[in-house]
């Protein structure tokens, strides 16, 4: 198979992912919603979403990214027409933003849960609001999931690039605030390095979808000055005189991935 057909099959296959996310997150959104009545409510009044209506607020978090509006139609169990005149109403687009705003913390809170918790305990509310979505993210509806793995294990790195690979085929209002917040990040403060590493993933993911634009794209000035807060926090973490009391391995690991990314950074500027 040529590189570009492994990178469209590859692409195909993380949209499958991207779908049983917010299939999920549709399911435990809606598992005690009631669906309103209109006996006693005068013809013209508005008396709330149904449930098929409802269900589509959550699914067009798919729209345009990963599914055009039959798609979606289709998972909603609705007409493609109805679909189409709801996404002109403010009420549904409120509420698909409110729905993507939810989603959208959740993701960001267990980023940042599995960033953080390599360095210190973190809140137990943060644990509790995102308990749920791990259980989801560790079971067999996602590519990375291992049955070698302990389910309650919150250290196993692949979550995060499962993560990556899927938020480009969010809406962008699930994307834009985890990507703000990402590049947000000082060079020096914990777990910089870590966010700065999944911002360039998740950038290279949503715009290079063949090998040959991906030396074009990388020399954007804003994708090099990601490289470049990368590097001077690296540098940063190397000079901080408590270094030493960490163990060798762990130092060891830092100095190579400085190497590794001042390299790459030189080979996209020469090629």
Same mark, same amino acid.
């Given at each position: 198979m040529a590189s570009e057909d492994r990178i469209k099959s590859g692409r195909q296959e993380i949209k499958k992912y991207a779908i049983s996310l917010v299939k999920w997150f549709t399911r435990e959104s809606l598992k005690n919603y009631v669906e309103p009545e209109r006996l006693g409510v005068q013809k013209g009044n508005q008396i709330g979403f149904s449930l098929k209506k409802e269900r589509s607020t959550c699914l067009m978090m798919l729209y345009p990214n990963c599914l055009r509006l039959n798609g979606i139609a289709n998972l909603s169990g609705v007409p493609s027409g109805s679909l189409r005149t709801w996404k002109r109403e403010r009420d549904f687009i409120d509420e698909v933003i409110v729905g993507s705003y939810c989603l959208s913390e959740m993701i960001q809170n267990e980023i940042e849960f599995h960033v953080m918790e390599k360095y210190f305990p973190l809140d137990p509310e943060i644990e509790k609001s995102i308990g749920k979505l791990r259980l989801h993210?560790?079971?067999?509806?996602? +590519?990375?999931?291992?049955?070698?793995?302990?389910?309650?294990?919150?250290?196993?790195?692949?979550?995060?690039? +499962?993560?990556?690979?899927? !938020?480009?085929?969010?809406?962008?209002?699930?994307?834009?605030?985890?990507?703000?917040?990402?590049?947000?990040?000082?060079?020096?403060?914990?777990?910089?390095?870590? +966010?700065?590493?999944?911002? +360039? %993933?998740?950038?290279?993911?949503?715009?290079?979808?063949?090998?040959?634009?991906?030396?074009?794209?990388?020399?954007?000035?804003?994708?090099?000055?990601?490289?470049?807060?990368?590097?001077?926090?690296?540098?940063?973490?190397?000079?901080?005189?408590?270094?030493?009391?960490?163990?060798?391995?762990?130092?060891? %690991?830092?100095?190579?991935?400085?190497?590794?990314?001042?390299?790459?950074?030189?080979?996209? !500027?020469?090629?």
């Open positions: 993210l560790n079971s067999k509806n996602t +590519y990375y999931y291992n049955p070698q793995d302990d389910p309650q294990d919150s250290n196993n790195s692949n979550v995060l690039m +499962y993560l990556s690979d899927i !938020l480009p085929f969010l809406n962008s209002s699930i994307s834009l605030p985890i990507m703000k917040w990402l590049l947000s990040q000082t060079p020096g403060d914990i777990g910089t390095r870590e +966010y700065l590493g999944l911002a +360039y %993933r998740i950038l290279r993911n949503a715009h290079v979808t063949k090998d040959k634009e991906f030396k074009k794209w990388a020399r954007r000035p804003a994708i090099l000055e990601i490289h470049k807060k990368w590097i001077e926090d690296h540098i940063d973490f190397l000079m901080d005189p408590e270094i030493a009391k960490l163990p060798r391995d762990r130092i060891e %690991r830092s100095i190579k991935l400085l190497k590794k990314d001042i390299f790459e950074t030189l080979d996209i !500027l020469a090629s």
